[in-house]
């Protein structure tokens, strides 16, 4: 008889985009993100981050005054979208710890990704969240939010 406790498959890759938000050191918000094709094989994962060659060390982490991150940060989305160096995303679907943000919307539209989805939409009514929505809606991008049947996923690196 099989195993019943098994994970699903959206459980499964916003596990995996989750764990890939453990390599972000963004000090306040951790993000990642993961794509998956038809077939349920990952295309792509990412986190936010700086850009390659861009030190961590170098460039702030700070949210508020003259030099903030903001302007270096590559968003979970763009930066998995990217490392997916020139594969072909048209009909994935990406799974991403927060909703995206509408620069990321605009990458996630162009590349060809037919759903979204994401867990916290913790910014949603903002005014860039809401242009986010508007244009997913606009390009017939499928857009849910993961409820998912467990609370917690253990990886116990002793087992």
């Known amino acids: 008889m099989k195993r019943k406790d098994y994970i699903s498959w959206d459980e499964y890759f916003m596990g995996v985009a989750l764990l890939a938000s453990k390599r972000s050191k963004d000090p306040n918000t951790q993000v990642g993100a993961c794509i998956v094709d038809e077939n349920n094989i990952i295309l792509s994962t990412g986190y936010n981050g700086f850009p390659i060659g861009c030190s961590d060390d170098e460039f702030p982490w700070t949210r508020e005054g003259e030099d903030t991150k903001y302007p270096y940060v590559v968003h979970a989305e763009l930066n998995t979208i990217l490392n997916a160096t020139g594969r072909n995303l048209r009909g994935a679907r990406i799974y991403v710890s927060l909703f ?7 990458a996630i539209i ?10 916290s939409d913790k910014y949603a009514n903002t005014p860039l969240n809401i242009a986010s929505k508007r244009m997913l809606s606009s390009a017939g991008i499928s857009v ?4 998912p049947s467990i609370d917690t996923l253990t990886i116990n690196y002793n087992e």
């Open 100 to 106: 995206p943000c509408n620069e990321c919307t605009k």
């Open 110 to 119: 162009q590349s060809g990704i037919t759903e979204v989805i994401y867990l």
């Open 144 to 147: 849910r939010q993961l409820e």
